[in-house]
Structure formats: structure tokens, C-alpha cells
């Protein structure tokens, strides 16, 4: 089993819809997660933190599920600009490292 | 967030040749990293480049192959050696944004072709 996995996608959107993906993990020790937003030919950037509460950021909505081992990204009102791919990234205690999930694509249509 | 400057932003190499890649921050930062990301894949993390002391390489990477220099708290050099049609990915710089080294960030990019 993968440390971090992701459903590939594509997530076909259309604008103004809700879409929501998952990642799950596999160590239960892990403390950070993290969701990255890479753009075709572009680094990774950081999309926002994921908190054990729940956070929100605009539109963009993050939940951790710690019994299951999932954390989920929420977008709303999908815009055009939205289309890229999510990268979930979770921290592996040991080493202080953080891995990568492959990564979801989203493909946001008019 | 720290500003990261890599480069070359991208170059087409010939096999069994080896290419520098520079990364420069325009702060002080503790933690240095190197990724590799091939067509299609997620991010793999290469080393972590540690200043005035040896590079630490994760599995399946070594020193001959990815040698790299950490000269003070804002730059660092990655070699890619002997170089061969598999090494065509980007490389990545990034640089932790906290103290806990919990939240990176990432340079632009080096994108390499091997020919």
C-alpha cells in the first residue's frame, strides 16, 4: 500500500459546481498534512494547511478524518482557474519528512 | 514565503554528460531540499541539503549519482551525473517555511531533457 494515495482523476467540473476529492494515508502517526495546487509546467504551491478541526479558506474547504485516515479538499463554486492538479502531502513522523501523493486532476469546463 | 531562484529554468542535456543545477533563497532558511518529479509522477524527495556538513540522500539515491553543495543558508547546488535518458524530469529546490520544517516551498523548476 502506497504511503499516500489519490484518486488520479480527472474530476471533470462544471463551472460553478462542487467538487470534492479524498487522500488517504497510511501511517497513523502522521501529525501535518498539507494540500499543494501544481498548475501544468509549474511548481508545486501550497493551497492551504489541513487541521484536525477542519479549516476553510474561501472557497476551498480541508477536513481531516483521523479514525479513517483520510483528509478531503472541498472546492465551491469551481472556477476556470481551478483546474490543475491537487497534490495531498502528508508529513511521515519519522525523519520529519513529508511524501507526496500522486495527485488528483481537476478539470474545471464551461 | 521565502523567494527561490533555480537554475537553468530548463535545458536539453546529452547522455553522459552532467549538469549543476542552482538554487539560490533570498533568506537564510535551515532546511534545504531536492526533488525530483519524472513525466507524470508526484514528487520524490532527492536529499536534504545540509549546510557545512554531508547532504542527507533518501533510498535509491546516491552521492556519485546527485552530488550536492550547501555552502551557507542560502544556496545550494545539485549535480546530475552521467546523465542518461531516465534522468529527464524536473528538480526542484525547496526550502521549509517554518521552523518545525512542516510546510515547504518550491523554486521554480529545472526542467531536464537527456538526449
Known amino acids: 500500500r502506497k504511503e499516500v494515495e489519490q484518486d488520479p482523476g480527472p474530476f471533470n467540473v462544471p463551472e460553478g459546481a462542487t467538487v470534492a476529492f479524498n487522500c488517504t494515508y497510511s501511517n497513523s502517526a502522521s501529525q501535518s498534512f498539507f494540500w499543494y495546487r501544481q498548475d501544468c509546467r509549474k511548481e508545486p504551491k501550497l493551497l492551504m494547511s489541513?487541521?484536525?478541526s477542519g479549516n476553510e479558506d474561501g472557497r476551498f474547504t480541508a477536513q481531516l478524518n483521523r479514525a479513517s485516515q483520510y483528509i478531503s479538499l472541498l472546492i465551491r463554486d469551481s472556477k476556470l482557474s481551478d483546474s490543475a492538479t491537487y497534490l495531498c502531502v502528508v508529513n511521515n513522523p519519522a525523519g520529519n519528512k513529508l511524501t507526496f501523493g500522486g495527485g488528483t486532476r481537476v478539470l474545471v469546463k464551461p | 514565503s521565502a523567494v527561490i531562484s533555480q537554475k537553468p529554468s530548463r535545458d536539453i542535456c546529452q547522455r553522459g554528460t552532467s549538469l549543476t543545477i542552482q538554487c539560490q533563497v533570498d533568506?537564510?532558511?535551515?532546511?534545504m531540499f531536492w526533488y525530483r518529479q519524472q513525466p507524470g509522477q508526484s514528487l520524490t524527495l532527492i536529499a536534504t541539503a545540509n549546510q557545512g556538513s554531508e547532504a542527507t540522500y533518501e533510498s535509491g539515491f546516491v552521492i556519485d549519482k546527485f552530488p550536492i553543495s550547501r555552502p551557507n543558508l542560502t544556496f545550494s547546488t545539485l549535480t546530475v551525473s552521467n546523465m542518461s535518458p531516465e534522468d529527464s524530469s524536473i528538480y526542484l529546490c525547496?526550502?521549509?517555511?517554518?521552523?518545525?520544517?512542516?510546510?515547504?516551498?518550491f523554486g521554480e523548476g529545472s526542467w531536464l531533457t537527456v538526449v
Open positions: 525547496s526550502v521549509d517555511g517554518t521552523r518545525t520544517g512542516n510546510t515547504i516551498y
Open positions: 533568506s537564510q532558511v535551515t532546511m
Open positions: 489541513v487541521y484536525s
